[in-house]
């Protein structure tokens, strides 16, 4: 009696051990070491280059690694490639059925899924079993059924082909299932590469799912390091790059793809905020730090890693947060009863100790969990730094480790000031019990994922994915779905250019038929047109001109030639009219008809400079000014009809997915259809509430500058719309450049969208490109769609949950 008094007293408990026997049976049976995983079946384990993957928390060898080869790459690549056509060929149904197995299987293997993972990673077996695993069969229930919806749902996309899936050591099943489970579903065939130091779970999953019957070269696995990474984002034959990991290797490859017309998703890094207003259930919101940043030992991306607390609760939620790091055990990831595991390698706790050793030096104070660490392993406790300065390391730096950073402040302007002053924006999350300040300062975080009185909540159904530096597109849900399809009229690619030709020479064919004089309302020469910026006509910084010419030959004009300060101007005026941003958008669409309205009583005037500009005959410059009026319309009609959506995720709550503009976007337009094309891409973006600086054509500038008298007479806020005429190539890499640019649209020449992409790499724009071939903004069955919208936008989700 008196033992069990005590136990009670201490509530002192001992190991409860997860079996690792099925775990470790499947290892002897792989005892020759793992080869890659292509079309169906393992390669030969004892050919080329190896490694070994350890257990973190013993520095135990598990297995035998293959480190993949440009040509073991090459076969995985080709097995793909000649899987896709039949996997396309099922069928949404077809599809659905094999994601639906996967669900299945992945249940059916549960537990030895979860102790494989923690054997692996080092994280503790409750995670992986009531976390990871559950997650990664709703992924494929959740996917089954976007496959079986696909026909009828996204009518009007194509899958992509092959794509390249390169993840790292935090998640590794889940991950992978975050990755090949949107892929497949939509009529993609996949290499995944998992990362190094875990590629056990994804060797069991192929094995496993060839056992389930998905057919041969479906799904590949190549393993391997980095070299192995940058092979597949280098081959030719692959499609599109998703990646999540670091921003440093999301830098590399968006280097790496710019110009090749891949598509590229990159999922990084974050500083993610944890805010706590002073009228939060405190003690929820301790137990919310728990789970924000020692849930997978601080290794994840979304972790609330700088706790940013409200001056007058600070003192009592550290001490409370201090008393609950007491209870707080690290140990075996196998024992079920243990609340961290150990971090992945020795190099990422030297790294953590590192930079907390960093953290103190710049005037931290540190306090950790007390209480034994594990012998062996690479273990390090829960971490609270206070007295932690904004502007320093450890406060700016992603940690990746189970260190917590704090700092107060006083309203929730501050609160947003300080949640925002990052590079990253992945997740944030509000603690407040006034739901009128909660969904206020949801919208005003920079961060793709926002939790209100929660955190780390995930569902295949709701979107995940940053902003600014954190990368971009996004997983789960409809818009994961967008991330694996393209629009079937960009599929179908004819040079644009070549298309339009044609057009303009029919059309001015059947002008010289019906009409006796051509173009006839032509403007007077002689006018210097100067830029438009911040609301106003300026003239160029540099005081310089250039001329204009007719397609005859004939000079009709001057227009400004932009240099690297009117951009630079042009983006801070941009920059300044952020109330386009929160504008209804009932007034967003209003401005836009305007625009429309006082186009169409300039439409002569416009036809007869398109006419004159581009050689085309005056019906077809009519045609082009009528289509640019009605895209007006067509943007002003989206603007208050293309909304969020409610999730509806497993719990007790909903996830709100709302559309947000990007912010300032850098426009180059072509030189095809001078007054249409700069329509059809600047209407969407402001109809989203996005600011715009704009170098129109570089051939036929004054199409352009003669919209100045439209924008003028049309009530538009200063800032939302600047124009910098001047040469395209040398702008383009000023907006490329630029870190107060949030994305850049660059349509027309090849070797310009090449550079903008490989330029845009230093805050990781979002980039939409042409290639100088054919997208659809030209006709309007897919240019007055959601098409461009979804490119102007980005989601933000929000997740309410709630109930006592
Ligand atoms: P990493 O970004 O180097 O590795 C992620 C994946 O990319 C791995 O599969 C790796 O083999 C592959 N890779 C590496 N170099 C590549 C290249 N040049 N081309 C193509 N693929 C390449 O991340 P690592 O080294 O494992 O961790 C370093 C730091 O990155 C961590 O300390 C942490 O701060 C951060 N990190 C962030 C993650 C996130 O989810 N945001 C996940 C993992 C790490």
Known sequence: HSSVARYFDTMDYGPAPESDTDARQWLARHAEGFGHFIDGRFTDASAGARFDTAEPATGQRLAGIAQGSAQDVDAAVAAARAAQPGWLALGGHGRARHLYALARMVQRHARLLAVVEALDNGKPIRETRDLDVPLVARHFYHHAGWAQLQEREFADQVPLGVVGQIIPWNFPLLMLAWKIAPALALGNTVVLKPA?????????????????????????????????????????????IAFTGSTDVGRLIREATAGSGKSLTLELGGKSPFIVFDDADIDAAVEGVVDAIWFNQGQVCCAGSRLLLQEGIAADFIERLKRRMQSLRVGSPLDKAIDMGSLIDPTQLERVRTLVATGVREGASCYQSPGALPPGGSFFPPTLLTNVHPASTVATEEIFGPVLVTMTFRTPDEAVALANNTRYGLAASVWSETIGLALGVAPQLQAGVVWVNAT???????????????????????EGCYEYLKPRAWAERKPRAAAIAANAANA????????????????????????????????????????????????????GTGNRKDIRNAVAAARSAAGWSSATPHRRAQALYYLAENLAARADEFAGRIASLTGVGAPAAEAEVDASVSRLFAYGAWADKYEGTVHVPPLRGVALATVEAMGVVGVVCPDEAPLLSFVSLFAPLMAMGNRTVIVPSEKHPLVATDFYQVLETSDLPAGVINLVTGPAAGLVQTLAEHDDVDALWVFGAKALSRNAERLSVGNLKRTLVDHGLATDWHDAASAEGAL?????????????????
């Open 196 to 240: 190094e130091l875990t590629p056990l779970s994804a060797l069991l999953f192929a094995e496993l799912a060839a056992e389930a019957g998905l057919p041969p070269g479906v799904l590949n696995v190549v393993t391997g390091d980095g070299a192995t990474g940058a092979a597949l984002v280098a081959h030719e034959g692959v499609d599109k």
């Open 456 to 478: 780390n909540l995930f569902d295949a159904g709701v979107g995940f994915g940053g902003y600014r530096e954190s990368g971009y597109g996004r997983e789960g849900g409809r």
């Open 508 to 559: 001015a064919n059947e002008a010289s038929k019906t009409q006796a004089k051509p173009s006839s309302v032509l403007p007077p020469i002689d006018r210097t047109a100067k830029l438009f910026v911040g609301g106003k006509q300026v003239r160029p910084d540099g005081e310089l001109s250039h001329p204009v010419f007719a397609a005859n030959g004939q000079r009709v004009g001057e227009v």
């Open 788 to 804: 461009f919208l979804r490119h102007a936008t980005q989601v933000k989700n929000i997740w309410i949950p709630y109930g006592e």
